[in-house]
């Protein structure tokens, strides 16, 4: 049995993943050496110390909805680093890297599935491609989604795992905020319910715009949730912030989240708010 914490608070950080897939993974909070397949079984929960591990967006997806009814609408978009942007790193070569590991074209992946048999459009975010960050790509997948969920008229979920704006798109990527809330507007006038999961991290820009305006948002527990991070906070005001400041408990007690939700019961909470939305009529 997995030690159960009140309030988990650790996420355990797994190295980037490239090419092959190992075996065994060890995890950053206990040193637990845990195989595969088992922690899979365990929702990516140590077995041994309750530490979650960080969720790719396919296995995320695959934790969420029923078992072969994922159909993949990510559109076919790649940034093509507009300002010719470089800092330590060309963005250039931080873009192929960031393909390359994760297989993905950008950091957030659109599809249609089901949980529990009811039809939801996806958008996914993966942490490892940029820090999930919210450029141009990401911000067109996500408005994307929305229309989908728009036409199709099927609630739309977002599961939240970034640092915030895609700095080396400078302001192109906060026009991304605008431009996804408008985006998000149109599913609030057709009456199409949006629900937003936040998982560790859920901050900056993202956090500053569509993440925070779902209808019900649910907080995994032991999620970050804030805009700068507490060190930033704490240089800028000089005060040190409370304890479990931005946790998703915090952030329950404080009224951002509406509930906060053991990584094992996600699916199971999302189907249930499915069904009660279904009964809630639109417009
Ligand atoms: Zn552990």
Redesign the pocket.
């Known amino acids: 049995m997995p030690i159960r914490r009140d309030d988990r608070d650790r996420y355990?950080e797994v190295e980037l993943r490239r090419g092959e897939e190992p075996l065994w993974l060890r995890?950053g909070?206990?040193g637990?050496l845990v195989f595969r397949r088992k922690l899979q079984e365990n929702s990516y929960i140590?077995p041994?110390?309750g530490?979650y591990f960080f969720l790719t967006a396919e296995e995320r997806i695959a934790a969420l909805v029923d078992e072969g009814s994922f159909e993949d609408l990510t559109l076919p978009l790649e940034s093509d680093d507009p300002l010719s942007f470089s800092d330590r790193k060309p963005y250039a070569d931080r873009l192929k890297e960031a393909r390359g590991s994760t297989g993905l074209s950008d950091a957030v992946v659109v599809g249609r599935g089901r949980i529990e048999g009811r039809k939801v459009i996806l958008a996914v975010m993966d942490f490892r491609f940029i820090g999930g960050s919210m450029g141009i790509v990401a911000g067109e997948q996500l408005a994307f989604a929305m229309e989908r969920a728009v036409e199709e008229r099927v609630p739309f979920l977002f599961v939240v795992a970034s640092g915030g704006a895609r700095v080396q798109e400078g302001v192109l990527s906060l026009l991304q905020m605008a431009k996804t809330v408008a985006a998000r507007e149109r599913l609030a006038e057709a009456g199409v319910p949006y629900i937003a999961v936040l998982t560790y991290p859920s901050t900056g820009g993202v956090m500053a715009s569509l993440a925070s305006l779902a209808d019900v948002t649910l907080a995994e527990q032991g999620a970050l949730i804030g805009f700068a991070g507490p060190r930033v906070i704490q240089q800028t005001t000089g005060e040190k912030p409370p304890p479990g400041f931005q946790r998703a408990r915090y952030a329950l007690e404080h009224g951002l989240v509406d509930g906060v939700v053991p990584r094992e019961g996600l699916r199971q909470e999302l189907a249930r708010l499915l069904r009660v939305l279904e009964g809630v009529p639109s417009g």
């Open positions: 355990v995890c909070s206990c637990e140590c041994r110390c530490a």
